[in-house]
C-alpha cells in the first residue's frame, strides 16, 4: 500500500512536469544549448558535453514535441531521477514514508527546483548530480561498502563534464569520504581501479573533440584538439565569476553584501519560514547524532549558496548580471533540503513521545465507576 503511494506520487510529478515542459525559448542560455544539442554542435564554454550530447540523441525522438521540449526531457528526467535519490535518502533517515515523501514533495514542488526542471538549462542534471554524490557519500560512510565508493567516484567525475559549480560540494563529499580512507589508499589495487572509473566519467568530453572537428554551426572555441579542449573546460577566453583581464569592474563590499541578503530572502521565499524552521531542527538533530554529516552537509550549503553569491558578485555591477547570479541560487537550495528529513524526524519524535507519556499516564487513571462504589 506504502508502495503504491510512492509509485502514484511520482507519477503524479511526472505528469505534471511533462505537462508544464517549456515548448519554446524560455531565455539566458537556452537557445545556445539547444541549437547546439540538436545541430550536433559544441555549446559555451566549457561544452556541456554530457548535456549536449544526451540533448542530441533526444531531439531525434519520434514523437510530438518540438525540438526545446525534446531535449528539455534531460531536465525532467533529471529532476525525476534526483527527487527518487532525495526520497531513497529520506527513508534512509526517517524510516517513514511519510516524512519522506513530504520532504520530497517540499522539493519538487519548490519554486527554483520546478522552475528548472521545466527548461533545457543545465541546472536540472547538476541538482541530480549532487543529490546521487551526497546520497552515495552518505551510504559509503555509514556502511563502508566498497561498491558505493566505485559508484561515487565514476558520478563524481561524470559530474565535471556538466557544470562547474559542482566543484562547491567536493569539499563537503571529501569530508564523508575520507572517514574510511583505509579502503582507498590501502590497496593499490583498489586505487587504480578506481582511478580507471573516475577516468571511465570524463568519456563524455570526446563528444567534444568530434563534434568540433565536423565544423558544426555551433562550435564555441573550436575545440577539435586537446590543447582547445582544455583551453575551453578552463573558460579561458569565456570566463564567467572572473574578472575580465580588458573590462575589470568590481562590486564594492557593500552590495556584495546586499546580495547575499537577498540570497536568504530567496531562500525564505522559495521554501518559506516553517520549512526553514524544520530544516534548522535538523541541523539539531544532526548536531547530536552525527557531527560528521552536519559539517559536510552545512558546508556545502554554505560554500555552494553564501559564499559563492559573495565571490561572484564582485563582478556584478547591473540588474541583468544580477539575473545571471540567480540560477546558481538552485545548487545550494537542494543542499540546505537535505537537512528537512531530519528535521521532521526530530518533530515526529517529540509528538511520538509526548503523545506516549499522555496515553501512559490516562492509563493510570482510575475507572469512572470506582467513584461509585
Given at each position: 500500500s506504502m508502495l503504491k503511494v510512492v509509485i502514484l506520487f511520482f507519477f503524479f510529478t511526472a505528469f505534471l512536469y511533462l505537462?508544464?515542459?517549456?515548448?519554446?525559448?524560455?531565455?539566458?542560455?537556452?537557445?545556445?544549448?539547444?541549437?547546439?544539442?540538436?545541430?550536433?554542435?559544441?555549446?559555451?564554454?566549457?561544452?556541456?558535453?554530457?548535456?549536449?550530447?544526451?540533448?542530441?540523441?533526444?531531439?531525434?525522438?519520434?514523437?510530438?514535441?518540438?525540438?526545446?521540449?525534446?531535449?528539455?526531457?534531460?531536465?525532467v528526467f533529471s529532476s525525476l531521477l534526483?527527487?527518487?535519490?532525495?526520497?531513497?535518502?529520506?527513508?534512509?533517515?526517517?524510516?517513514?514514508f511519510l516524512i519522506s515523501l513530504l520532504s520530497t514533495s517540499i522539493l519538487a514542488f519548490s519554486y527554483m527546483f520546478w522552475l528548472h526542471t521545466e527548461i533545457p538549462e543545465v541546472f536540472a542534471l547538476n541538482n541530480f548530480f549532487a543529490l546521487i554524490l551526497f546520497y552515495l557519500a552518505v551510504v559509503f560512510y555509514q556502511e563502508k561498502r566498497v561498491k558505493y565508493l566505485y559508484l561515487f567516484v565514476f558520478f563524481a567525475s561524470l559530474s565535471l563534464t556538466h557544470h562547474q559549480t559542482i566543484l562547491f560540494i567536493f569539499p563537503s563529499l571529501f569530508i564523508l569520504i575520507i572517514k574510511h580512507f583505509r579502503i582507498i589508499f590501502f590497496s593499490k589495487k583498489r586505487l587504480v581501479s578506481l582511478l580507471l572509473v573516475g577516468i571511465l566519467g570524463f568519456l563524455p568530453y570526446i563528444y567534444i573533440l568530434i563534434a568540433a572537428s565536423s565544423n558544426p554551426v555551433i562550435n564555441w572555441g573550436n575545440a577539435s584538439t586537446l590543447n582547445k579542449l582544455i583551453h575551453m573546460i578552463l573558460r579561458n577566453d569565456y570566463g564567467g565569476f572572473t574578472p575580465n583581464p580588458l573590462n575589470v569592474s568590481y562590486a564594492d563590499i557593500l552590495t556584495e553584501l546586499i546580495f547575499v541578503?537577498?540570497?536568504?530572502?530567496?531562500?525564505?521565499?522559495?521554501?518559506?519560514?516553517?520549512?526553514?524552521?524544520?530544516?534548522?531542527?535538523?541541523?539539531?538533530?544532526?548536531?547530536?547524532?552525527?557531527?560528521?554529516?552536519?559539517?559536510?552537509?552545512?558546508?556545502?550549503?554554505?560554500?555552494s549558496g553564501p559564499f559563492f553569491v559573495f565571490y561572484g558578485t564582485r563582478f556584478v555591477t547591473n540588474k541583468s548580471e544580477f539575473g545571471v547570479i540567480e540560477r546558481f541560487y538552485v545548487l545550494s537550495s537542494v543542499v540546505f533540503l537535505l537537512f528537512l528529513p531530519y528535521g521532521l524526524f526530530l518533530t515526529k519524535r517529540f509528538f511520538d513521545a509526548i503523545f506516549a507519556r499522555f496515553f501512559s499516564k490516562s492509563t493510570l487513571l482510575p475507572a469512572p465507576y470506582t467513584y461509585c462504589v
Amino acid at each position: 500500500s506504502m508502495l503504491k503511494v510512492v509509485i502514484l506520487f511520482f507519477f503524479f510529478t511526472a505528469f505534471l512536469y511533462l505537462r508544464n515542459l517549456t515548448r519554446d525559448i524560455y531565455s539566458g542560455d537556452l537557445g545556445d544549448l539547444v541549437t547546439a544539442a540538436y545541430v550536433g554542435g559544441v555549446p559555451h564554454p566549457p561544452g556541456y558535453p554530457l548535456f549536449t550530447f544526451l540533448g542530441f540523441l533526444l531531439s531525434r525522438l519520434p514523437i510530438p514535441l518540438p525540438v526545446v521540449s525534446k531535449v528539455g526531457l534531460i531536465s525532467v528526467f533529471s529532476s525525476l531521477l534526483g527527487l527518487f535519490i532525495f526520497y531513497k535518502l529520506s527513508y534512509r533517515v526517517s524510516r517513514n514514508f511519510l516524512i519522506s515523501l513530504l520532504s520530497t514533495s517540499i522539493l519538487a514542488f519548490s519554486y527554483m527546483f520546478w522552475l528548472h526542471t521545466e527548461i533545457p538549462e543545465v541546472f536540472a542534471l547538476n541538482n541530480f548530480f549532487a543529490l546521487i554524490l551526497f546520497y552515495l557519500a552518505v551510504v559509503f560512510y555509514q556502511e563502508k561498502r566498497v561498491k558505493y565508493l566505485y559508484l561515487f567516484v565514476f558520478f563524481a567525475s561524470l559530474s565535471l563534464t556538466h557544470h562547474q559549480t559542482i566543484l562547491f560540494i567536493f569539499p563537503s563529499l571529501f569530508i564523508l569520504i575520507i572517514k574510511h580512507f583505509r579502503i582507498i589508499f590501502f590497496s593499490k589495487k583498489r586505487l587504480v581501479s578506481l582511478l580507471l572509473v573516475g577516468i571511465l566519467g570524463f568519456l563524455p568530453y570526446i563528444y567534444i573533440l568530434i563534434a568540433a572537428s565536423s565544423n558544426p554551426v555551433i562550435n564555441w572555441g573550436n575545440a577539435s584538439t586537446l590543447n582547445k579542449l582544455i583551453h575551453m573546460i578552463l573558460r579561458n577566453d569565456y570566463g564567467g565569476f572572473t574578472p575580465n583581464p580588458l573590462n575589470v569592474s568590481y562590486a564594492d563590499i557593500l552590495t556584495e553584501l546586499i546580495f547575499v541578503k537577498d540570497y536568504f530572502s530567496n531562500l525564505i521565499f522559495t521554501f518559506t519560514l516553517p520549512v526553514i524552521l524544520f530544516c534548522v531542527l535538523g541541523i539539531i538533530k544532526l548536531f547530536v547524532k552525527d557531527k560528521r554529516i552536519l559539517f559536510s552537509f552545512l558546508s556545502a550549503f554554505l560554500l555552494s549558496g553564501p559564499f559563492f553569491v559573495f565571490y561572484g558578485t564582485r563582478f556584478v555591477t547591473n540588474k541583468s548580471e544580477f539575473g545571471v547570479i540567480e540560477r546558481f541560487y538552485v545548487l545550494s537550495s537542494v543542499v540546505f533540503l537535505l537537512f528537512l528529513p531530519y528535521g521532521l524526524f526530530l518533530t515526529k519524535r517529540f509528538f511520538d513521545a509526548i503523545f506516549a507519556r499522555f496515553f501512559s499516564k490516562s492509563t493510570l487513571l482510575p475507572a469512572p465507576y470506582t467513584y461509585c462504589v
